[in-house]
C-alpha cells in the first residue's frame, strides 16, 4: 500500500493535524490559513470546525502531539531507577533520530521564536523543563551534574540539533551531500555525541 492510500485510511483529525503540521512548519502560524489546510485534507473549510474551533486550537493540538512525541524519551528516562552514562548517550541519539525522522517541530519553533518570543519560550519550557530537575548523580554526569551549567548544556545541545534542521539544508551543495541522508545523519550524531562526551566528562 502505498503513501497515499494509507493517509487516506486515517481518521479525518489525524489527517487535518497531519496537513496543518507540514503548512506551519513551512509557513508559519501566521501566514498559515485554514483553507489551506482543508485544501490539503480535501475537504471544505467549515469541515474543519467539526474537529477543531479555531486556527489555535489546531495549531495547540499539532503543538501537543510534537511535544507528547519528543516528551517520551525524557520522561522514561527519569523514570529509570539506575540511570547510567551510557544510557544518557543512547537517549541522547535518539533525540537526535527523532528530528531528523520528524523535523517539523524544529522548524515550527524556529517560526514561533521569530515571531512570538513568549510563545516559543513556553514551548521550549515544556519540552525541556524536565531536563533540568533530573537528579544527575555526580559520579554518572560529572559536568551535567551542576544544576548551575545543567540548563547551559541542555541549550547547547538543543542549538545543535535544532539548528542543524532549520539550517543544513542552505549548505547541500557546501556539505556535497543529502543533509538528511543517513549517512549524513550518521556524522551529525557522531559529531554531538562527541561533543556531549567532551561537556559531561569534564566539570
Do not use: C
Amino acid at each position: 500500500m502505498d503513501v497515499a492510500a494509507k493517509t487516506k485510511q486515517k481518521p479525518t483529525p489525524e489527517r487535518i493535524l497531519d496537513a496543518a503540521e507540514n503548512l506551519f512548519a513551512e509557513k508559519g502560524y501566521s501566514s498559515t490559513s485554514l483553507g489551506e489546510v482543508a485544501e490539503e485534507v480535501g475537504i471544505r473549510s467549515p469541515s474543519l470546525y467539526n474537529h477543531f474551533e479555531n486556527k489555535q486550537a489546531l495549531y495547540s493540538a499539532v503543538m501537543d502531539r510534537l511535544l507528547e512525541l519528543f516528551s517520551k524519551p525524557l520522561t522514561e528516562l527519569k523514570q529509570e531507577e539506575n540511570l547510567t552514562a551510557e544510557r544518557l548517550y543512547q537517549w541522547l541519539g535518539n533525540v537526535i533520530r527523532m528530528h531528523h525522522k520528524h523535523p517539523n517541530l524544529s522548524r515550527l519553533l524556529q517560526h514561533a521564536a521569530l515571531s512570538d518570543g513568549q510563545q516559543a519560550n513556553d514551548l521550549i519550557k515544556r519540552l525541556f523543563s524536565h531536563m533540568f530537575d533530573m537528579n544527575l548523580e555526580k559520579d554518572i554526569l560529572p559536568g551535567l551534574g551542576n544544576a548551575e551549567l545543567r540548563p547551559w548544556a541542555a541549550v547547547a545541545l538543543n542549538n545543535m540539533i535544532m539548528s542543524y534542521i532549520t539550517m543544513a539544508p542552505m549548505y547541500r551543495e557546501l556539505l556535497g551531500e543529502d543533509p538528511f541522508s543517513p549517512d549524513a545523519l550518521e556524522k551529525q550524531t557522531g559529531l554531538i555525541m562527541k561533543l556531549a562526551h567532551l561537556v559531561i566528562q569534564n566539570e
